[in-house]
């Protein structure tokens, strides 16, 4: 840093050193903090440390290291020490990211007593601004890593899905036709002739088997989308009605308590009206599993941005984040074996996806879950003038 520019003889040089070897040293320092700055941006594993060594090597480069304390903002994260609040002098400069302020960095002295207050040479401000623009550019070089590491496991996850989709496809047309098969003889076994108890009983059983064989095939056919929508027109609030009229009257026993808070507004959607009943049965189902001891579920309709929604919450379980990144996969289930097969969401989605729409969860352990569908208006109405 240059002799003429310290302010006030506070920066004077001590009176063993000349003033040309004190600017050099001062020099030193500042390049010794653009150097490390540089290092640790190559090798840092994340921003978060990148920002804490830098906090370190940030007050040496100044006049006065030992009272030099930094604050690095950045986004949310503010990294700094409580001696931060304690510096009477202080300067910043912005970290800049695509034309935005991103967050700032600062450096200021700590009071001492009666001391009086140093004052920033330009030397400084200039480093400063230094170190916030390499810091801008070591932030978007994370930042583009983050996204091609998302957009990476984002890809795994449906080229994952793709493959699971087929080999369903797959598994579902294969089966059906044997499955028919099963079903056909064992109903013209029992028009056949009498049987006996064990007989009829056993019949009974294979039926029932099948049946529920069928509605899984059926779930795989959804999901792995071998079944076109059948669109119509489709008001969401009568197939809430009509849902709540026809499940289950053991549902509504016990202790739940379902309640519905319907838009009177809400604009009619082009949908699969089967497909739709599914997405609430399902959901509500779930709804339902996850309060053993009994609660409250609120299904409500509304529309906004050309958008309807069908929100179906719960105040059950809830769920940790590890379950919620993981209930649309194909299978994923918590529930014991023979109680759930970890396709209702994936038909969920599958359906969703098929119309265009999208969802929204949000739960908390012991709090509740909340599932919000979103499908468009516009889009089956155009498609609908066009087709
Ligand atoms: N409302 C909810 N509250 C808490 N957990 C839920 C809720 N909905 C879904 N889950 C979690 O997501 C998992 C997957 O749900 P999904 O509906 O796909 O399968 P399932 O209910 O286990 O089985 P299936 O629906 O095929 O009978 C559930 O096992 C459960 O852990
Ligand atoms: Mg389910």
């Keep these: 840093m240059s002799v003429g520019l310290f302010t006030f003889g506070i920066a004077t040089p001590p009176l063993f ?43 040496a480069s100044m006049q006065f290291p030992r009272r030099a304390v930094a604050r690095i903002k950045a986004g949310d994260e503010e ?3 409580a001696d931060f609040n304690r510096t009477d002098a202080r300067i910043s400069s912005p970290i800049v990211i695509g034309k935005k302020k991103y967050g700032s960095v600062s450096v200021g002295y700590v009071k001492q007593g009666k001391a009086p207050t140093p004052a920033f040479l330009t030397e400084e401000r200039k480093l400063l601004q230094v170190v916030s623009r390499e810091l801008s550019f070591i932030i978007q070089r994370h930042q583009a890593e983050e996204e091609k590491q998302r957009l990476k496991l984002q890809l795994q996850h449906v080229e994952r899905l793709a493959f699971v989709g087929e080999l369903t496809a797959g598994i579902a047309h294969e089966l059906n036709e044997p499955l028919g098969r099963i079903l056909g003889f064992a109903q ?31 779930k795989l056919m959804i999901f792995s989308r071998q079944m076109p929508p059948q669109i119509s027109a489709v008001n969401l609030n009568e197939t809430v009605s009509n849902i709540l009229y026809f499940m289950d009257a053991p549902y509504f026993s016990g202790n739940i308590r379902i309640t519905k808070k319907l838009d009177p507004d809400l604009p009619v959607i082009r949908a699969d009206a089967v497909q739709i009943s ?64 970890g396709l209702g969401l994936s038909v969920v989605d599958g359906i969703v996806s098929a119309h265009g729409g999208r ?16 499908i468009p208006v516009r889009t089956y109405n155009r498609k609908s003038k066009t087709s």
Excluded: W
């Excluded at 320092?29 to 804490?52: F, H, N, Q, W």
């Excluded at 379980?317 to 529930?335: A, D, L, Q």
């Excluded at 969860?361 to 569908?373: D, I, L, N, Q």
């Design 359 to 374: 969802i929204n969860v949000t739960s908390a352990p012991g709090k509740g879950s909340r599932f919000e569908v979103m």
């Design 79 to 81: 990294y700094g020490s």
């Design 17 to 59: 050193m000349s003033s040309t070897e004190h600017a050099l040293r001062e020099r030193i320092k500042e390049l010794k903090c653009i150097y490390e700055l540089s290092r640790i941006g190559a090798s840092a594993p994340d921003l978060a440390t990148v920002l804490k060594k830098t906090l370190k090597i940030l007050p």
């Design 278 to 341: 599914q997405v609430l049965v399902n959901l509500l189902t779930n709804a339902i599993h996850a309060m053993p001891d009994g609660g409250d579920v609120l299904i409500s309709t509304s529309h906004r941005n050309g958008f309807v929604t069908l929100t179906v919450k719960d105040n059950g379980v809830g769920m940790t984040p590890e379950v919620k990144e993981k209930i649309f996969e194909p299978f994923f289930t918590t529930k014991p074996v023979g109680q759930g097969t």
């Design 188 to 218: 013209l076994i029992r028009k056949g002739g009498p049987l006996n108890a064990q007989q009829e009983a056993d019949m009974e059983r294979i039926l029932k088997a099948s049946l529920y064989t069928r509605e899984i095939i059926k």
